[in-house]
């Protein structure tokens, strides 16, 4: 077991985390409010569509997955729950666009959440942690966009996921707990890819590679060399996800889009 922290420790730790909550409670807020201001896009709309339509007809289960062109395939089947469930029924008729919205916060605070306790886990600092989290979050692109620019969150989600299971099984310090959680993330991830394989084989060929490739070199760096700076790199590595122009090489323009 580690040792109590010094009181002193305990109070900087402490300011930090409320702090941390603060900051994630203030872009929340700020989401809810773009979301209650921005009209639904027609790529958007593209997506309702599909979401409401029936399974039945003249197009097969596979054709309907790729036609949510507003979402990375394997949150279909979800929005499509979602929406069909009936939940929320007062906030459909107010506000049909923080309606349609809500899963997309819901992950952005999942993603933020498990970024942050995920780099103080493996940096073993919480001022790094918070560093990077105060990074990501005050990004004005993050802060803007978080709930319309979907395929962002949803691959910076992933990839998080998908780090912490490489650290989890490097790291000689294993419990029960975090055999748990990484038997769960593993299917979780695998479930994910399998899916996105329909539409995005080479994101998919990407992440194989990095894989195999740069896995192995990770795990080594991080049993023989000095762990502080594989750890810092780990605790950024997702933010920096939040942080790179992707679009230019994984977003798929819509006819209606301008550049």
Known sequence: MRAKPPG???AVATYLLVLAGVLLLYALVVQVWISLRVPLWGDEFDTIA????SWRGGHSFWWQIGQYNANPPGDNLVLRGYHRSGVLPWLRAASPELFWRLPYLMVFTATLSAMFYGAWRWTDSLFIAFLAFA???SSPGLLEYGNVVRFYIWLAFFTTLLLW?????ADRRKTGRHFFFSLV??????????IAAIAYFFLVYTVVWLVFDVY???VR???RAS?????LLAGFLPFIMYKVELKHWLFIPHPWAKD
């Open 8 to 10: 002193g420790e305990r």
């Open 185 to 194: 993330t593993t299917v979780a991830v695998c479930f994910h890819l399998v």
């Open 165 to 169: 299971q490489f650290l989890q099984l």
């Open 50 to 53: 599909p979401a409401f339509r």
């Open 216 to 218: 192995k070199a990770g």
């Open 227 to 231: 762990t502080f700076f594989p750890r």
């Open 135 to 137: 990074t990501a979050i």
């Open 221 to 223: 760096t991080l049993k």
